[in-house]
């Protein structure tokens, strides 16, 4: 366990879903904000593993009020009047996976970076399978937009909600973005 972060152990963590255009949502949060956004297709067993090994001895609870927030903004984002999120976000990551992270939530709606843009973006110029192996481990994904991440030639690669997502997503907020 030497190098991942962990919550405290004595915190509810606040799950709930939510319907979508991509399908069922998963969110948990804590009281310090959103911590995990699964996607469809992702097992709800293996989000609690995720939860039970970030946040030992942490109490999975109904959490459809506290997570209402977060619920809205998505909404917002899926009927296109949000494309910047302003939630509280807990990332419970590396230190190198939050630089990336956060150099991801820097790219605005519409537009696209590569794995390398981000690379060097974080100072490890050649470091971009690293920064596509922390992508990959994003816990809150739409609202940390890796979707927004692509190959060095524009392809669509490497999203863990499958391209398929990833595609709709790219399509989505250039529609929103256009006018």
Not at 10 to 15: A, H, N, R
Not at 19 to 47: C, F, I, Q, Y
Not at 95 to 103: G, K, P, Q
Not at 128 to 153: E, F, K, M, Q
Request: charged share 20%; proline share 6%.
């Amino acid at each position: 366990m030497a190098g991942v972060l962990q919550g405290t152990c004595d915190e509810k963590v606040f799950c709930s879903t939510m319907e979508s255009p991509l399908g069922r949502l998963w969110l948990a949060s804590t009281r310090a904000g959103l911590v995990k956004v699964a996607l469809p297709g992702e097992d709800e067993h293996e989000n609690l593993g995720w939860l039970a090994f970030r946040f030992p001895g942490a109490v999975p609870v109904d959490g459809a009020d506290e997570n209402e927030m977060f619920v809205r903004q998505l909404d917002e984002y899926f009927a296109g009047s949000r494309m910047t999120f302003d939630c509280p976000v807990r990332l419970v990551v590396r230190d190198f996976t939050r630089r990336v992270l956060e150099a991801t939530s820097c790219i605005p709606c519409g537009e696209t970076r590569s794995y390398g843009e981000i690379a060097v973006a974080v100072g490890s110029p050649s470091a971009a399978r690293a920064v596509g192996r922390s992508l990959a481990t994003n816990p809150v994904p739409i609202i940390i937009p890796c979707h927004r991440v692509v190959g060095s030639d524009g392809s669509l690669v490497g999203f863990g909600g499958g391209l398929r997502i990833k595609e709709w997503l790219l399509a989505h907020e250039r529609r929103a973005t256009a006018g």
